[in-house]
Structure formats: C-alpha cells, structure tokens
C-alpha cells in the first residue's frame, strides 16, 4: 500500500520560506505523479504543484508560480515543496498525494492516495 508521510510545517513571517517534504513508501507500480495541495478553513482544497516521475515534468498551480518549487529525489523516494515569498494566504494544511498516472494535472480527485498533511502558517 502506498504510504505518504509529509513533513516540515510551521509558523513563518511573511516574506519568508518553508521547505516541505513527502516521503513515500510502498509503491507497487511504475510512473505515478505527485502533486502538493493545500487546504484552507472554509475552502476547498487547492492543487499546488504536481511532478511526474516519468521525467520529473513539473506544474504549477498561477498562485504559487515563481515562488514554489517541487523537486524531487528518487533515491530517497522523496518530494520536497520549496516555498518561498510566503503570505498569509498561503496559511493551510498541506498535504501530499500521489496516483499511479505518466501525468496528472491538479486535480484533487485524480489522486487516491494522500498523506495527513501538515500545518503551514503564515503570520507576523
């Protein structure tokens, strides 16, 4: 069963940075993607970014673009999130999800697998 475990929440200034990272575990099949999406209170959940394992294709939701990025490092079966610039409207649990498609866009009800998301909080 694939597992997704994501770390590296918390409280930052505006402005600042995090660095989030899923580990993953359990994969059964080849060429899955990954993709970071958010959750705030009272909203629906947001796609984020996406990377594809095939050939690290990456995807970026108009809100993050140029502040983000996804990366990823097979060797330890981990993606990261860099977010840089942040501001309070990027407050939200982040949560990490995969699905066994070459591609996958930023569609939340493409991927079946998720993580239990962390805490990101921006504010002074």
């Known amino acids: 069963q694939l597992q997704l475990v994501e770390s590296g929440g918390g409280l930052v200034q505006p402005g600042g940075s995090l660095r989030l990272s899923c580990a993953a575990s359990?994969?059964?099949?080849?060429?899955?993607?990954i993709g970071w999406f958010r959750q705030a209170p009272g909203k629906e959940r947001e796609g984020v970014s996406c990377?594809?394992?095939?050939?690290?294709?990456?995807y970026y939701a108009d809100s993050v673009k140029g502040r983000f990025t996804i990366s990823r490092d097979n060797a330890k079966n981990t993606v990261y999130l860099q977010m840089n610039s942040l501001a309070p409207e990027d407050t939200a649990v982040y949560y990490c999800?995969?699905?066994?498609?070459?591609?996958?866009?930023?569609?939340?009800?493409?991927?079946?697998?998720w993580g239990q998301g962390t805490q990101v909080t921006v504010s002074s």
């Open positions: 999800a995969a699905v066994y498609m070459t591609r996958a866009g930023l569609n939340a009800d493409d991927y079946p697998y």
């Open positions: 359990g994969f059964t099949r080849a060429y899955y993607t």
């Open positions: 990377i594809t394992d095939i050939d690290g294709s990456t």
